[in-house]
């Protein structure tokens, strides 16, 4: 039998399938890499940009995944709080924002054992991962099955993947910080644009506004993910209003958190085949 074509994939009378999801919770990396001198708990983009953030998303009705990590849970309590009031997903980022495909067998189980440990104190369960860096390595998979992961976040393929586990995928353009920093000059060269961008609020724009356009036609899926830490001015502020002002609008596509997208694939497994 044919797969069912793909306008008919998701939850009538939608084409295709968002999520606006945010990554990186405050410092948890910086402290790892012994660069914060701060005091913990006071990094801006927690303090000051997500309230904006979080203030936006109500205005357009849009539910969001945050993929943070676990170190963070107890830096921000306050910050999880909010996020989980206003209905929105807290996901797994790591424990401290180590990126993922240099972990060793040893060092991906010690991540897992230190995530949930913070996760259990905070009283979160975990549904979904996003690998810091946008690779897992092949023990993943099982670890994710075996602590109850029923979705995972990488560069890679919409579907079913390894253990039963759901592949919902993002990719490099559909993030701010490819077209917002300097250190992705070299991925951007690598995917065909110019490693210095004079507008690249423009340029982030214009591709968002084409992509969500090509999934409708192809019952496509789309994670969008903008850092709260990158949100420094009102130019970027503007720019996210406009594009969360623009999938709220898209009334043929369903705008929903990673774990009901997760959901909705994995009850329907005949019509997204693959996954990786």
Same mark, same amino acid.
């Given at each position: 039998?044919?797969?069912?074509?793909? #306008?008919?994939?998701?939850?009538?009378?939608?084409?295709?399938?968002? #999520?606006?999801?945010?990554?990186? !919770?405050?410092?948890?990396?910086?402290? !790892?890499?012994?660069?914060?001198?701060?005091?913990? %708990?006071?990094?801006?983009?927690?303090?000051?940009?997500?309230?904006?953030? !979080?203030?936006?998303?109500?205005?357009?009705?849009?539910?969001?995944?945050?993929?943070?990590?676990?170190?963070?849970?107890?830096?921000?309590?306050?910050?999880?709080? #909010?996020?989980?009031?206003? %209905?929105?997903?807290?996901?797994?980022?790591?424990?401290?924002?180590? $990126?993922?495909?240099?972990?060793?067998?040893?060092?991906?189980?010690?991540?897992?054992?230190?995530?949930?440990?913070?996760?259990?104190?905070? +009283?979160?369960?975990?549904?979904?991962?996003?690998?810091?860096? %946008?690779?897992?390595?092949?023990?993943?998979?099982?670890?994710?099955?075996?602590?109850?992961?029923?979705?995972?976040?990488?560069?890679?393929?919409?579907?079913?993947?390894?253990? %039963?586990?759901? $592949?919902?995928?993002?990719?490099?353009?559909?993030?701010?910080?490819?077209?917002?920093?300097?250190?992705?000059?070299?991925?951007?060269?690598?995917?065909?644009?110019?490693?210095?961008?004079?507008?690249?609020?423009?340029?982030?724009?214009?591709?968002?506004?084409?992509?969500?356009?090509?999934?409708?036609?192809? +019952? +496509?899926? !789309?994670?969008?993910?903008?850092?709260?830490?990158?949100?420094?001015?009102?130019?970027?502020?503007?720019?996210?209003?406009?594009?969360?002002?623009?999938?709220?609008?898209?009334?043929?596509?369903?705008?929903?958190?990673?774990?009901?997208?997760?959901?909705?694939?994995?009850?329907?497994?005949? #019509?997204?085949?693959?996954?990786?």
């Amino acid at each position: 039998m044919s797969p069912p074509p793909p #306008s008919s994939r998701w939850p009538a009378p939608y084409k295709a399938a968002i #999520s606006f999801t945010m990554d990186n !919770l405050g410092e948890a990396q910086d402290v !790892l890499n012994g660069k914060w001198p701060h005091p913990i %708990g006071t990094h801006p983009a927690v303090t000051n940009q997500l309230p904006r953030m !979080l203030s936006l998303l109500e205005k357009h009705n849009i539910k969001a995944t945050y993929f943070a990590e676990s170190w963070s849970l107890s830096a921000y309590p306050d910050a999880i709080k #909010s996020l989980q009031d206003a %209905g929105h997903e807290v996901a797994w980022h790591g424990y401290q924002h180590e $990126v993922w495909k240099n972990l060793s067998p040893e060092a991906e189980q010690e991540n897992f054992d230190k995530s949930w440990e913070e996760a259990r104190k905070a +009283g979160i369960k975990y549904e979904g991962f996003r690998p810091p860096g %946008g690779s897992i390595n092949d023990g993943t998979w099982g670890l994710l099955q075996e602590h109850g992961v029923r979705y995972v976040s990488p560069l890679g393929e919409l579907g079913i993947g390894k253990e %039963g586990v759901v $592949v919902l995928p993002f990719e490099w353009r559909g993030v701010d910080a490819f077209w917002y920093m300097d250190k992705f000059r070299g991925i951007r060269e690598d995917h065909g644009e110019r490693e210095e961008l004079e507008n690249p609020e423009e340029d982030l724009k214009g591709w968002l506004t084409s992509k969500m356009e090509e999934i409708r036609q192809t +019952g +496509g899926y !789309l994670s969008v993910l903008f850092h709260p830490f990158l949100q420094t001015d009102e130019k970027k502020f503007a720019m996210l209003e406009e594009v969360l002002g623009r999938i709220a609008a898209e009334k043929d596509v369903w705008v929903a958190p990673c774990k009901e997208v997760a959901e909705w694939v994995r009850g329907h497994p005949g #019509s997204f085949e693959g996954g990786r």
